[in-house]
């Protein structure tokens, strides 16, 4: 009988097939099916992150120094594991950031022909591709704060809080 064996490798390959996969999902259909469990959960970052524990175990984190790109460049490719960690990193928080976004814009109405640059830029690109989805979210409905929900439910729960306690 053969036993599974999932290397790092097919690990990392099976999580930028995924990640493809959902990126396309928030770009087209960010409210339905498929797309609701991953954008509306962190499933799929959740899963991702269980890769560093088997990545890093080997990683010496002694010699990690952060203060000039040369070392970290040194570090970074110094091994496989050492790189899949960074790469699963990456991959987790742009699909944190890639689905807030692909629901803050589906609240807002903002056109998906709008939606497909940014999160496109916030796959490949990172924090440029957040700053270019915020403009976008400026100009078109005019709100500053990113998370202007978040503050707004923040504000509300605190009302309630304080009603209760009257």
Not at 12 to 38: H, K, Q
Not at 59 to 79: C, G, H, Q
Request: hydrophobic fraction near 50%.
């Amino acid at each position: 009988m053969k036993h599974l064996v999932i290397t790092m490798n097919l690990f990392l390959r099976i999580c930028f097939g995924t990640t493809l996969f959902t990126w396309i999902l928030f770009t087209y259909s960010p409210t339905s099916g498929y797309s609701r469990v991953a954008v509306g959960s962190a499933v799929l970052p959740f899963l991702f992150s269980l890769g560093i524990p088997l990545a890093i175990w080997k990683v010496d984190i002694r010699n990690l120094n952060i203060s000039s790109l040369e070392s970290l460049r040194t570090y970074l490719f110094s091994s496989d594991d050492v790189l899949l960690v960074f790469v699963l990193q990456y991959l987790a928080f742009g699909l944190l950031v890639g689905s807030w976004m692909a629901l803050d814009g589906a609240r807002l109405g903002i056109p998906s022909y709008l939606m497909v640059p940014c999160l496109a830029m916030t796959m490949y690109l990172g924090p440029f591709g957040v700053f270019i989805y915020a403009c976008v979210r400026y100009y078109l409905r005019g709100k500053v704060l990113l998370f202007d929900t978040l503050f707004e439910e923040a504000e509300r729960a605190e009302i309630r809080r304080k009603d209760r306690d009257v």
